[in-house]
């Protein structure tokens, strides 16, 4: 979980719109998708931890993306909040 929401983190706070407004660079992308991919493969064959069943790990890393979107909606709401701007959120 840690590393699927260190990864998010990553694109929520590199925007300051949607997190999803601009497309992030190729280098960024594939970090991003080999340490999620490692971690899922080591969580699940049990390298170095007690090993996780398949679903277990993709519901937690669709939980933590899950988080990511409200957080966004949460990040969009502070910033307009803080310029003044209402709470109209696009």
Do not use: H
Not at 24 to 37: C, F, H, K, M, R
Not at 39 to 44: D, G, K, P
């Amino acid at each position: 979980m840690l590393v699927f929401t260190g990864q998010f983190t990553v694109y929520l706070v590199r925007e300051r719109r949607r997190m999803w407004s601009s497309l992030p660079s190729l280098p960024l992308l594939l970090s991003s998708v080999g340490a999620i991919t490692f971690t899922c493969l080591i969580s699940i064959l049990g390298i170095l931890v007690t090993p996780l069943p398949p679903p277990i790990v993709l519901g937690v890393l669709g939980l933590s993306f899950g988080f990511n979107i409200i957080f966004d909606q949460i990040k969009l709401v502070t910033l307009r909040l803080s310029r003044g701007g209402g709470t109209s959120v696009s």
